[in-house]
């Protein structure tokens, strides 16, 4: 289930961490529609791994130290879910933020519309892509707690962890495992970019490339997104 929504902004500026402001807008409206359903996303020592992911379409930004400067005060969002119980929860619970002022430091915004965008029939095992927001692959150590970040630049960590990071979020899904075998994805016309997550600069991948794999499998990565961090505005991609 994919859906976009339309915002308009106070003033056309959003906060260089403009992630965080739009996390913090999906908690808002998930915790007013349903508490259950909040506590069950997000609630806390909740680690459980969420099978949506979005992507921010701003209109000619200008990136400052602080800030993100806008053409205009209209942006909007592409929402995209697997779980369709889940997806149509969450749009129940935009809709019924619809034309409610959410507020920014020194600034808001507005949902204003909400469209369903109807999602494409994967029909081959081979299917060109394009990020509409980066790929992170992160190989996490489970003994030192600390994470690395690999983009398409170091091929061989990152088709090893992406398999590692997919099949992760597999196993929360409860979808067979062996739809992994024989995924490949390669760069078409890629670019390795630094984005910044909170405090951290993580290195990860952006443009296009092609995905081989179990139809099945394909499909679970366009409704769901690609990588990890897919619930913070990454993974998300169209295919071309």
């Not at 999906?26 to 979005?54: A, C, M, P, R």
């Not at 602080?66 to 995209?80: E, N, W």
């Not at 892509?129 to 061989?156: C, G, L, W």
Request: hydrophobic residues 35%; glycine residues 4%.
């Amino acid at each position: 289930m994919r859906l976009k929504l339309e915002f308009t902004l106070e003033k056309p500026e959003l906060d260089i961490q403009y992630r965080k402001s739009i996390i913090s807008f999906v908690k808002h409206s998930i915790q007013e529609y349903d508490q259950n359903l909040f506590e069950d996303l997000y609630g806390k020592g909740k680690t459980k791994k969420k099978t949506f992911t979005w992507s921010p379409i701003l209109n000619h930004p200008k990136f400052d130290k602080d800030t993100v400067t806008l053409a205009d005060t209209g942006f909007y969002i592409i929402f995209s879910g697997y779980n369709y119980a889940y997806t149509l929860h969450l749009y129940n619970a935009f809709l019924k933020q619809k034309n409610k002022k959410f507020h920014l430091n020194q600034n808001s915004m507005t949902l204003v519309k909400i469209s369903l965008i109807k999602e494409k029939e994967i029909k081959t095992n081979s299917i060109n892509i394009k990020m509409s927001s980066p790929i992170i692959v992160r190989n996490h150590n489970r003994e030192t707690q600390k994470d690395m970040y690999y983009s398409f630049e170091k091929a061989e960590e990152f088709n090893k962890y992406i398999k590692i990071n997919i099949e992760e979020q597999m196993k929360e899904e409860g979808l067979d495992l062996n739809l992994l075998e024989g995924f490949e994805i390669k760069p078409i016309k890629a670019k390795k970019t630094v984005v910044k997550v909170y405090e951290y600069s993580i290195e990860c991948s952006i443009g296009t490339f092609e995905l081989t794999g179990n139809t099945i499998l394909l499909d679970y990565l366009y409704k769901s997104g690609i990588g990890t961090k897919k619930a913070v505005g990454f993974g998300l991609f169209d295919i071309i």
